[in-house]
Every structure is written in structure tokens, then in C-alpha cells.
Nanobody, 126 residues
Framework: QVQLVESGGGLVQAGGSLTLSCAAS????????MSWFRQPPGKEREFVAR????????DYTDSVKGRFTISRDNAKDTLYLQMNNLKPEDTAVYYCAADSATRVASGRYTYEYRYWGQGTQVTVSS
């Protein structure tokens, strides 16, 4: 079992920055794919960014490319999401997700992940 705990959310003005963290415990996630998803108010949960284990290959949804950076510190079992130039449409509850490389294919779908954090709210005011 893996437990994930997000932190770092908050209220920020448009154009501002936030860094989200996701601390993993229970077992090491160094060989896991880890991702960020978000759920805007009244909408479905959607993929934001993914990072593989090992080489740390990244993948982003188009709307955040060039603004968000996903990274991980395997020694600390922690996932990060640096968010710059935030826009009101980035307002959502942000979730981290993880699962073993043998289970994750594209990494863009919620059903690929067994382990989820509780979410952290990000609100961007205009």
C-alpha cells in the first residue's frame, strides 16, 4: 500500500505561482509512475502531468505546457508540481496519483492508478 499526501495549495492571483508537493509513504515509489490530476468545480477529474520512474520522462496536458513543471525526488519519495503563470481556469482540486510501471500505460487516465492523495485546493483569482 502507498499513502499519498498533497500540500501546497492555496489562493493566488492570476499570473502568480504555487508549488504543490505530494509525499508518499508505505512503500517506496521510486519505481512508480507518478502523476498530477485536477478536478475543476463541476467537472471530471483530468490529467495534468506525469513523470516516469528512472529517467524521469515527463508528459503534460497541452493547457499547462510551458507553465507547469513536474519533478520528483526519489530519495524523499516526494512528487512536485511547480505552477507558474497561473490562470483562473487552473482553479481545481489537485490530486497526486501513483502506481507501478507494470500497471501504467499512457498514464493519462484515472483508472490506471490505484493510489491517490486526498487533494489540495488551488484557487486562482482574476
Amino acid at each position: 500500500q502507498v499513502q499519498l499526501v498533497e500540500s501546497g495549495g492555496g489562493l493566488v492571483q492570476a499570473g502568480g505561482s504555487l508549488t504543490l508537493s505530494c509525499a508518499a509513504s508505505g512503500r517506496t515509489t521510486s519505481s512508480y509512475y507518478m502523476s498530477w490530476f485536477r478536478q475543476p468545480p463541476g467537472k471530471e477529474r483530468e490529467f495534468v502531468a506525469r513523470i516516469s520512474w528512472g529517467a524521469g520522462i515527463t508528459d503534460y496536458t497541452d493547457s499547462v505546457k510551458g507553465r507547469f513543471t513536474i519533478s520528483r525526488d526519489n530519495a524523499k519519495d516526494t512528487l512536485y508540481l511547480q505552477m507558474n503563470n497561473l490562470k483562473p481556469e487552473d482553479t481545481a482540486v489537485y490530486y497526486c496519483a501513483a502506481d507501478s510501471a507494470t500497471r501504467v500505460a499512457s498514464g493519462r487516465y484515472t483508472y490506471e492508478y490505484r493510489y491517490w492523495g486526498q487533494g489540495t485546493q488551488v484557487t486562482v483569482s482574476s
